[in-house]
Nanobody, 126 residues
């Protein structure tokens, strides 16, 4: 059974940092691209970052580029989202999702992602 479980969310002040984790079961992380997405209250879900199945290729949305870093740890079957310089507008529920078997690329569009976790809340507030 494919399962993705996010953790690491919480309350942080503007400018602070958090690291989100996405642990997978039921499939090997090194065979699939993984994406992070987020949804703020009253807004549509939007893409954040993705990583290829081999972990070598990543891409991020312009809104988080330079502040967020996605990485994959095959030994732990996990993907992480390291977030620095958090802003009020980063407040959202963050989801990880499984994409296709893209070996050396990934695309940031949720249409490609078929399995989703339940999300973890990130709140940036002073």
């Amino acid at each position: 059974q494919v399962q993705l479980v996010e953790s690491g969310g919480g309350l942080v002040q503007p400018g602070g940092s958090l690291r989100l984790s996405c642990v997978a079961s039921g499939f090997p992380m090194d065979s699939y691209a993984i994406g992070w997405f987020r949804q703020a209250p009253g807004k549509e879900r939007e893409e954040v970052s993705c990583v290829s199945s081999n972990g070598q290729y990543t891409t991020s949305a312009a809104s988080v580029k330079g502040r967020f870093t996605i990485s994959k740890d095959i030994s732990k079957n996990a993907v992480y989202l390291q977030m620095h310089g958090l802003k009020l507008e980063d407040t959202a529920v963050y989801y990880c999702a499984r994409g296709p078997t893209w070996a050396a690329m990934c695309r940031l569009h949720e249409i490609f992602y078929g399995y989703w976790g339940k999300g973890t809340q990130v709140t940036v507030s002073s």
